[in-house]
Structure formats: C-alpha cells, structure tokens
C-alpha cells in the first residue's frame, strides 16, 4: 500500500478504494451492502474517520474521509475486518458456491479471504477542486457500472444525502463549501 502523508491542511482527505477477493461480485443482497454501510457508519462513530462521500458497489468500495488517526492502515482495517468477519459466514451459508471460489492457500492452510490481498489503493486529495471531482466521480460510478440510470437510483452511496439532504442509510459530512 502506498504510505500516505497525513497532516497539512487538505492532506486528511483521502481517497479510499478497495476490492474482493478475485474482483468478485460479492455484494450479492442487500445484507451485504448493509454490513458495509454499518460499518462505513461504525468508523464516524469510533472517530476513526469522517465520512465525506462513499459508494459501495458490487465489486468494490469507494470512499472519501477526512482521517482522524495517523495510520491510514487504521482506517481500512477498521473498514474491513468486521465486514469480512460478518460476510464470510453469511455467503457460506446463502452462497456456498461463490464461498468456495474465496478460498485461497497461505503455506499449507486453506483459509478463505473476502478482501483482495494489499490493502487496496490510498490517495491523498490536495485541493478542493479535487475532492468535488472525486465526490462525482464516486456518485456516477454505479452509472458508468449501467447498475442504474441516475445515481439517485443507487441506494448504497451518498449522492441522496447530497441531493437532498436525507441521511438515509449514513449521515456523511459534506463540505460546507460544496
Ligand atoms: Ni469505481
């Protein structure tokens, strides 16, 4: 993972982006996208990060904080390992067979892994400009995917909250100067 440097005045905002295992779809129901957006919740309320915009697709996760912890691996492990601990045994039991295709072999254990390996990708965002590009760039990402028409139409993302204020599922911290 690339080391990012936190601390000068937008150098907090990053951009997060992680992948399952294989580039799988693995958000296969709506509990999956559940566990995510709790836990995407769970970092705001452990003042971890703060959440300024996030989509979470079938096959990764977008997200933009402000970080409040030094470690940026911090962030993506309190992201993550509860996600993986909750849905590994959730799609053993409704999905067995894509389960299945989730193990991988470290030495001589077979172990099952939900995140692809390496943390994912870290960006720092430096200017405003940026980070209202990004913020677009996240909310259109399930229409780019074709998943929907309108990016209002994608319910696990925070362009509602942008366009309207509604705080359903998660409450995010929009710039005031957005
Ligand atoms: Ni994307």
Redo the contacts with the bound molecule.
Sequence with gaps: MPRVQLGDVTDDTLFL?FSYQHNLKLFLDSSLFEMMIHQLSRIQDLEIARLIAY?V?PN?V?VIVTSCVPEVESILYALKKPVSQKALPYLKSHFPGVYEKLQVSTGRKATHRFWLWGGGHVRAIRSHEEIQNQIK??HR?PV??RLVERPEDWRWSSFRYYRTGDPDPILVNRPDWI
């Design positions: 982006t989509v697709m990764h977008h760039y996240i990402n780019r995917n």
